[in-house]
């Protein structure tokens, strides 16, 4: 088991990464002295595949389900939970526990948040882009129509769970989303993380746990190191933005339905890339390199019927922007970035005709 510590203003929190490591919850619970009473939060697909798991940790035995994907990512699913938690007389030494995707946890992270001023979470991702990414970092929130992620709050959890065993059960197309945020990784921080995914791209679709471990172990590592750094997101923390800013935007524009996340993060990397490039600050190979590896991982969803007209609409209301100046992550090298704030609609534009986006 490999163990990270994140640091955070309300104290730091582990992250547990190891086959197995849900049998622990209920002992690092205790040890962490976190509240007897603990309240499940997950969906109805993940609780039928997982939720015998989670029967020896003292939770409520009847757990609140509600539905999952960016579509349901919003306030009235919010409002679910908090009525659940109302119903369940839950008090400020009740324990909610997220166990799910990163939409599950943004959710439930979000309620706990909000729930009488703030109550302790725990997350148990069950994708792989939650156990690299999202459930790090004490970020929560819910889309808006106009935009994703725009109501939200930073609440950091008590303990994180990452075991590789959930991720067996998950469809192909969701593994793969989450491995366009591992590429993320390694454009930013890490070039071995890219070697290492393009010479074992076929243990890791067979979810070989000696291959898919140390892609969850590095990504951790990274995120835990950057957040630590800057929690609110201040300065060194956009880094992690990088392919988000039109990702974001192609969510948002395609109502949350055509995408999995990773999935728009992956044409988000490639637009940040190619406006890089004709900057002539990012290396031409760079973007060929994180191009052919996107493409062996498999198709991405077709995006020609996309208006770039309306991605840049959505680009200019997302939270990035601050004080009217959009910042904006680009790749200077392998492993490198550099913020930009001076990217304009017309270079924006291009690079989203060059993955294919229509004018």
């Known amino acids: 088991m490999v163990r990270i510590t994140v640091t955070a203003a309300a104290g730091p929190y582990p992250v547990l990464i190891g086959r197995n490591t849900i049998d622990a919850l209920g002992k690092e619970m205790d040890a962490a002295r976190l509240g007897k009473r603990r309240i499940l939060v997950s969906s109805e697909r993940v609780w039928d595949f997982h939720g015998a798991r989670f029967r020896t940790i003292g939770a409520d035995k009847t757990p609140i389900l509600i539905e999952d994907g960016e579509r349901y990512k919003n306030l009235n699913t919010v409002a679910r939970i908090l009525d659940a938690l109302v119903k369940a007389q839950a008090d400020r030494s009740t324990v909610i526990v997220a166990v799910g995707g990163g939409v599950i946890g943004d959710m439930v992270g979000f309620s706990a948040a909000t729930y009488l001023r703030g109550l302790p979470v725990v997350h148990v991702p ?32 008590s303990l ?24 993320k990784y390694g454009v930013i921080s890490d070039p071995a993380l890219l070697d290492r995914m393009r010479e074992s791209i076929t243990a890791i679709f067979n979810r070989d746990g000696d291959a898919v471990a140390p892609l969850v172990s590095a990504s951790c590592r990274i995120k835990a190191q950057v957040v630590s750094a800057d929690e609110r997101e201040s300065g ?20 949350y339905k055509q995408f999995r996340h990773g999935e728009a993060i992956g044409y988000g990397m490639l637009a940040a890339l190619a406006i890089g490039v004709a900057r002539v600050i990012t290396p031409k190979s760079l973007y060929q390199e994180v191009e052919s590896l996107i493409t062996q991982l498999g198709p991405l ?17 997302d939270k990035k922007v601050v004080n009217g100046t959009l910042h904006f992550i680009a790749a200077s090298d392998r492993g490198k970035t550099v913020e930009l704030t001076d990217v304009n609609e017309k270079e924006i534009k291009a690079a989203l005709k060059k993955i294919g986006l229509r004018a």
Do not use: W
């Open 301 to 317: 969803p077709p995006v020609a019927d996309i208006s770039a007209k309306e991605v840049f609409a959505a680009i200019v209301r």
């Open 236 to 255: 060194a923390r956009r880094t992690l933005n990088f392919g988000h800013t039109v990702g974001h935007a192609l969510e948002a524009v395609t109502k």
């Open 160 to 183: 994180v769970i990452a075991d590789p065993i959930v991720l067996e059960t998950l469809p192909r197309r969701e593994f793969r989303a989450g491995l366009y945020e591992v590429i």
């Open 126 to 157: 069950t994708t792989l882009l939650a156990q690299v990414d999202s459930a790090i970092g004490g970020k929560t929130g819910v889309n808006h129509p106009l935009g994703k992620n725009l109501i939200g709050a930073f609440h950091a959890p």
